[in-house]
Nanobody, 122 residues
Framework: QVQLVESGGGLVQPGGSLRLSCAAS????????MSWYRQAGGKERELVAA????????TYADSVKGRFTISRDNGKNTVYLQMNSLKPEDTAVYYC???????????????WGQGTQVTVSS
């Protein structure tokens, strides 16, 4: 019943922007921390950004700090990832993750979406 559905991925040129969305259902979104992970070919899945249930605190990977912004709309049960100044190194499958409770948790728990492909290339 729990569903996390990512959208907004695609092909973009270096320096461009994309906004990813994750629509959640089947659990209490407003009481859950949300996060975005990504996995590039041949690499480990890594945390990109996370946000507390209220939106009061966020965290970002050093590699995306200053370029990406995570936000949420609890009225729409949706979390977003605004990605600006995209680089080829950002190419990956991006996954949405939910953790019950205020704070985000590690990658071994929580609910996961199926991912959306982001490709940054000329």
């Amino acid at each position: 019943q729990v569903q996390l559905v990512e959208s907004g991925g695609g092909l973009v040129q270096p320096g461009g922007s994309l906004r990813l969305s994750c629509a959640a259902s089947g659990f209490t979104f407003s009481s859950s921390a949300m996060s975005w992970y990504r996995q590039a070919g041949g690499k480990e899945r890594e945390l990109v950004a996370a946000i507390t249930s209220t939106g009061g605190s966020t965290t970002y990977a050093d590699s995306v700090k200053g370029r990406f912004t995570i936000s949420r709309d609890n009225g729409k049960n949706t979390v977003y990832l605004q990605m600006n100044s995209l680089k080829p190194e950002d190419t990956a499958v991006y996954y949405c993750k939910a953790d019950q409770g205020r704070w985000w948790r590690g990658p071994t728990s929580g609910y996961w979406g199926q991912g959306t492909q982001v490709t940054v290339s000329s």
